[in-house]
């Protein structure tokens, strides 16, 4: 596979995501574009948020938001390479709680998991949590199929997303800290709506963590 991925690699020199100069390896940023795109932070969450904090690893606009909106949308897996490989390097200056016990993927409905293809946010995540030493656990499930958040208003997004997930059968939040991961946080709306149902069945702490925002 590293002979093949050379070959064409020599055929096909990779190039910045961002600024499309070659650079070394598939996936691999240019050193001004990485430094422009960086920006691990934490979310503005509204007063009434039910987190406790909520982590970025970058801005929602421009090569990031194009990345995310190609993998989610066109199916083009290709853009994980990029998306693993700015993880790769960001995460060193993430800081993560000691105290979490569990870490979920914002479960899809079935109906979308099956028109996708893949859940997008596990595809994000899952190369970054193998170097954590840790998994996903699948506690949530999505209850009813909800239109798309992206052509909605704040208050429909909140709306639209009331009451679709619930916390799966033999599964206890009771005294337990949770990670949520999703690809973006914009609104906030499908992260709080997940986060509800854990603080109502017990979670003593709610965190969570995303790729991309722009609140």
Aim: aromatic share 10%.
């Amino acid at each position: 596979m590293d002979i093949l991925n050379a070959f064409m690699e020599l055929l096909f020199p990779p190039r910045c995501p961002s600024c499309h100069s070659y650079v070394q390896h598939e996936g691999d940023w240019c050193t001004p574009c990485l430094q422009k795109e960086t920006n691990v932070h934490l979310v503005a969450l509204p007063p009434d948020s039910i987190f406790d904090k909520v982590w970025a690893l970058a801005n929602y606009h421009g090569t990031m938001r194009s990345l995310i909106i190609n993998l989610k949308y066109n199916g083009k897996k290709s853009a994980l390479h990029s998306i693993h490989k700015y993880i790769d390097t960001v995460s060193l200056s993430l800081s993560l709680p000691a105290d979490i016990d569990n870490i979920i993927c914002v479960p899809l409905h079935k109906k979308r998991l099956r028109q996708r293809g893949f859940n997008q946010t596990e595809l994000i995540f899952k190369k970054w949590l193998n170097t954590q030493n840790r998994h996903f656990e699948e506690y949530l499930k999505r209850t009813h199929f909800t239109e798309r958040q992206h052509k909605l208003n704040r208050n429909e997004r909140f709306r639209n997303i009331q009451g679709a997930f619930s916390l799966k059968e033999n599964f206890t939040a009771q005294r337990k800290s949770f990670l949520l991961l999703d690809d973006i946080y914009t609104t906030g709306a499908t992260l709080e709506s997940c986060a509800a149902v854990l603080r109502n069945n017990g979670a003593t702490t709610v965190y969570g963590l995303v790729l991309a925002s722009d609140a």
